[in-house]
């Protein structure tokens, strides 16, 4: 065995130099790819939550247009946290279910039960909520990347406190009252949500049952609290 040379040991820090170069170009690569996605999901969101109340007319146009964003937000969101590999990877698992059951209505005869179909988009978007929020804590995370988690993370708990409203109305009918549009329903929980979550409360929509006041009211509290304690943590943390 030749022993090594004056030049095998002048090359060892080059080579851990350059190893050190690449990690950091591949760390860099994925944190500009993790933020575009991030970018995307809130455009994604912004259109889920305002655009798309606004514009369809027919159950059938809402039906197919949440079925399209609810895919794209959820796609987006798992390559958006990418950075927890763990997180991703049931949050894929979680996503393909939860999509499978939705597609599922489009292509086979019958409709599956409604509240296990929202259950698992509920399920999949408290996970994403999870990833996101880990994200927008991480030290390692950059500012504007925090800041546009944070505006993501309220978002979707608007969009998870819309869909358990839409769960809880489908289960129990008489559980809301006053104007509520039958022929797009979902539109109407989305409203809903941001309403309270904002503490508007316009009163046009009005939770009657215990179990939906109880949700509307831990909904108006994180409001509250959201602004207070989030984005005051938010600021006080380190830039990376």
Known sequence: MTPPTAEHHAALPEAR???????????????AFRERMLTVLLILLLLLAFALPAAV???????????????????????????????????????????????????????????????????????????????????????????????????????????????????????????????VPITNWIYFSFVTLTTVGYGDILPVSRLARSLASLEALIGQLYPAIIIARLVSMPRA
């Not at 130099?17 to 944190?31: D, E, F, I, K």
Request: glycine residues 6%; aromatic residues 6%.
């Open 17 to 31: 130099a350059a190893r050190a170069r690449l990690r950091g170009a591949q760390q860099r690569v994925s944190a």
């Open 57 to 183: 007319q027919t159950a059938f146009q809402a039906k197919l247009l949440v079925d399209i964003l609810l895919t794209c937000v959820l796609i987006t969101g798992t390559l958006a946290v990418s950075a927890n590999r763990r997180l991703m990877l049931v949050l894929a698992v979680l996503a393909f279910l939860a999509l499978g059951l939705r597609w599922s209505e489009w292509i086979l005869a019958g409709e599956l039960l409604p509240l296990v179909r929202e259950a698992s988009v509920l399920i999949t978007l408290l996970v994403l909520a999870t990833a996101v929020a880990i994200n927008v804590f991480s030290r390692t995370t950059d500012l504007s990347e925090r800041v546009v988690g944070t505006v993501i993370l309220y978002l979707l708990i608007g969009m998870i406190w819309g869909i358990g409203y839409l769960a809880i109305a489908t289960r129990h009918p008489g559980a809301f009252t006053q104007a509520v549009d039958v022929s």
